[in-house]
């Protein structure tokens, strides 16, 4: 089946999502602690996003595409995707977008030896790094950014910013 840019409606996925440009992608590391324990709170970002899609979408009358979840071996091998709005999730140590942005963006918010939330301040780069010590700390990054800062990116992302 030869590739399009259309969109692919998946039956979970609201809005539909568009897997050559998605609103926003969120990486996860390819190691076997963070399937397990990464890409839970990675899908929660994903629900997240896609719910303020799709309110964007219902009260401006204009479509916006959702988001959707990958390892950081298919991201950093995807020069498309690299392109597009990032969020890692997971520490350093397992997770390869993690380590490139925790080296590059500063922090927005850390509890010092437990977790962090990195994001360009001015968001002139739309990539973003919610990590902990453990599953429950990169819980509470990843609820942090959701509260805190990512209507913000997403409106950025989306051209509104």
Known sequence: MPATNAPHPHPHAQPPVDLDAPLAVVVVGSDPAAEVYDR????????RINAWAGAHAAKTGRPVPGAYCITDLWYLNNAHLRMRPTVAVGAPAVNAMSAMIVGRVPPVFAVADRYAVHVQPEFEQLVACCWGIDPAETHA???YFAERTMAEFLRSAAGMG
Do not use: G, H, Q
């Open 141 to 143: 990054a990843a609820a």
């Open 40 to 47: 839970p709170i990675a899908r929660y970002l994903v629900e």
